[in-house]
């Protein structure tokens, strides 16, 4: 048969003259591959394929000798549209079991495979094509050379078809993602590089040589938005730097005519009203048929409701992680940006808090405050974007997250070393800052920002004006501070605290005279939680004053329990806050205590720590007088501590003076170590106070004190803190 005959078989075959340059050097080409075994079926493949054109295209043959082999080639070659394959091979049915791995490993439903075989009687064709994924089935004596091109013309369309449908679900999937993706800043872009994909699926090409451009309605100059293919290199170029001239023509002429353009390729206008105009570039130099055309503006009419939806979901989104002021991100957009980015020991996130703004926007105004915070923040961004991400994360405070060579605390410093420049007037500005470390097992979200602001507050009592390095034990011990009080508020709230009472005796005769109450936590897995830890929390939180009148009320109701038990001269002393103290309504609160529970004022003793007096020497001096008019008496605990002093203690007027445990501590065989416990001891002698030592332990202890003429005492010589009912049984023992 000759070629000529051919042609006239066939008329979509068409073969190029020798003589003519080869077609795949200017058109794009069907990647076809062959599979079989013998080298003769190769080179016969390839001689009744030369030169053929299908659909416009050249048809470029890849080998395969074994499935393995073409196994291979497909997972490399994506693109294969077409399998010659040899049934029997290295096996039997290799052939076969190449199908199954192609469709299900590889995954590839678009290959169109035709089974050759030279057995036709091993596996009838029927079962076969019902079986197996395939094109066709043929004998290698059906195939000359017309029934070749006619069955590979068949498998390239069909695969065309397949292509074609996957471009359009591909080009479908990108524009409802960017159309429902509220939250993702590049839902623009995703959804431009929809519009690519599908006018390529609708136009009958691959998705290359498409370029979309917009043009900002502020008359900022044309940039590329989005690209596909050879192009995508191109991205965010502005138009006018484009290389192709003609292209770059016909992009200009679509944006300034606002019209499609079907000149020097095809460009598509989208009137988009957030912008001065989209279009969108295919290379491509047939030009549609009408009908073609008109399903193409009927897209691009409901492609530019799209974007006009993208763009107001963009507008959404900045104002929920954008702040409005800085046009930086906000805490919730720098949560979002840097989520999953931090993952190495050479990351750190620094706190850059504004000194004293609160007072500039009350002394000023709020105007002035802006002014501030955006010369801060030009400057925070001339040092460390694009490399870190820079965001507004409180009123005043912004964050740098980046690398550790790059965020330092020098360089933050250096950043408020020269004043700022507020539209001609100068003003210096001060920061303080905290930075830390972040571990590579930290995630990027708001866990991160907390454990920063705690240091943030660790560095302002610390370090004011200062960028100082925390590190993350420091963070963590104050995160535990932080669930401690948290848990001191619920266990009072759920009554979980409870009172303990010490003995205080005479040193003498060791006759019990009263009972320290003392405040004791437990949880509710039994752990005590010793009041050295819990009691300065809550003096930080503000819980002192109501955990202090429960106290008192506690005390006192136990006081009368007491007294009705017979024990009418019994003293009960309860330890009071300076904070509690200083209320202005402390001393009717302790009246109405002693009211409610109807206790003997004389039976009780309020301890009071040195602290109260400094600074408030005359307030103090008159509640205390005022309390003791009630008949109360008052002890001074922990003297010689602090900051106490001779003239202080006299103007006090207290009733008992306490030796501090520390100074008891000191006591041995040989007398006083130190001196102090004698020298307090000998003070309160010579003010005509009653002396109580606490912290005893020793025998020997005792007697030293008895002989430095201490009168009272109290430690685990004469008895251990014990809860209320073990304490009234131990009393009841000791009478």
Aim: aromatic residues 6%; negative net charge; charged residues 25%.
């Amino acid at each position: 048969m000759s070629d000529g005959r051919l042609l006239d078989e066939d008329a979509s075959f068409t073969f190029a003259e020798d003589d003519v340059e080869s077609p795949s050097e200017v058109l794009q080409s069907w990647p076809v591959l062959v599979v079989d075994d013998e080298v003769d079926v190769h080179e016969a493949t390839q001689l009744a394929l030369r030169d053929l054109l299908i659909e416009g295209r050249m048809v470029r043959l890849f080998h395969a000798y074994s499935a393995e082999e073409a196994y291979q080639v497909l997972g490399d070659q994506t693109d294969i549209a077409v399998v010659l394959l040899d049934v029997v091979m290295e096996t039997e049915d290799a052939g076969l079991q190449l199908v199954r791995r192609i469709r299900n490993e590889l995954e590839n439903r678009s290959v169109r495979i035709v089974l050759r075989t030279g057995q036709p009687g091993y596996a009838p064709e029927i079962d076969t094509i019902r079986t197996y994924d395939i094109n066709d089935y043929k004998t290698k004596s059906e195939l000359t050379r017309i029934r070749l091109f006619t069955t590979l013309a068949a498998a390239i369309r069909s695969y065309w078809q397949i292509h074609q449908l996957e471009m359009n679900r591909k080009g479908l999937e990108l524009i409802i993602s960017a159309s429902t993706g509220l939250a993702k800043l590049r839902a623009f872009r995703l959804y431009a590089e929809g519009v690519v994909t599908q006018l390529s699926a609708m136009l009958g090409i691959e998705p290359e040589g498409l370029i979309c451009a917009v043009t900002a309605s502020d008359g900022s100059p044309p940039r590329v938005i989005a690209a596909a293919g050879r192009y995508r290199d191109l991205i965010d170029r502005l138009l006018e730097d484009l290389p192709d001239s003609a292209m770059r023509r016909a992009l200009c002429d679509c944006l300034d005519s606002r019209q499609h353009v079907m000149a020097h390729g095809m460009c598509f206008f989208f009137g988009v009203s957030e912008t001065a105009g989209i279009a969108a570039y295919i290379d491509v130099e047939k030009e549609p048929d009408a009908v073609s055309k008109n399903l193409l503006e009927v897209f691009c009419a409901n492609a530019t409701v799209g974007f006009e939806n993208v763009l107001l979901q963009q507008r959404l989104y900045d104002y929920a992680y954008t702040d409005p002021l800085l046009r930086v991100p906000n805490r919730k957009g720098f949560i979002e940006i840097v989520d999953g980015r931090v993952n190495g020991k050479d990351t750190v996130l620094a706190l850059v808090d504004v000194d004293d703004f609160a007072e500039m926007n009350t002394v000023l105004d709020h105007d002035f405050g802006d002014r501030v915070l955006e010369a801060v923040s030009r400057r925070l961004t001339s040092v460390f974007t694009p490399a870190a991400v820079l965001a507004r994360v409180g009123s005043d405070t912004f964050s740098v997250l980046g690398s550790a060579d790059l965020v330092t605390s020098s360089r933050i410093e250096a950043i408020f070393a020269a004043p700022f420049d507020l539209n001609g007037e100068m003003l210096r500005v001060s920061a303080t800052a905290s930075l830390i470390k972040v571990g590579q097992q930290q995630n990027a979200n708001a866990d991160m920002l907390k454990n920063a602001s705690i240091a943030l507050k660790q560095a302002k009592v610390l370090k004011r004006g200062r960028a100082t390095l925390f590190s993350e034990d420091l963070s963590a011990a104050a995160r535990e501070r932080i669930r401690m009080l948290t848990d001191l508020r619920v266990a009072f709230s759920a009554e979980r605290l409870f009172l303990a009472y010490q003995p205080q005796v005479d040193l003498i005769s060791g006759k019990v005279l009263g009972a320290e109450a003392l405040l004791r936590w437990q949880t509710d897995d039994g752990r005590s939680i010793p009041p050295d830890k819990f009691i300065p929390l809550a003096e930080q939180s503000g819980l002192t004053v109501p955990i202090g009148e429960w106290v008192l009320r506690t005390a006192c109701r136990h006081l009368k329990r007491l007294t009705d038990l017979g024990h009418v001269t019994f003293r009960m002393a309860i330890n009071v806050s300076h904070t509690q103290f200083r209320e202005p309504g402390f001393v009717p609160a302790l009246g109405r205590a002693v009211h409610d529970c109807q206790v003997d004022p004389g039976q009780l003793e309020l301890e009071l720590t040195e602290s109260v007096a400094i600074g408030h020497i005359d307030s103090t001096t008159a509640k205390i007088q005022e309390i003791r008019r009630m008949g109360i008496s008052v002890a001074m605990d922990d003297f010689g501590t602090g900051y106490s002093s001779l003239s202080v203690l006299k103007q006090l007027n207290v009733d008992r003076l306490k030796v501090d445990r520390s100074f008891v501590k000191e006591i041995g065989e040989d007398g006083d170590a130190t001196g102090i416990a004698e020298l307090v001891i000998a003070l309160g002698h010579q003010l005509h106070l009653v002396t109580i030592a606490e912290g005893v332990e020793q025998e020997e202890q005792r007697r030293q004190l008895l002989k430095m003429g201490c009168q009272e005492g109290q430690g685990y010589l004469f008895g251990r803190p014990m809860p209320a009912k073990e304490f009234e049984a131990w009393l009841a023992a000791q009478r």
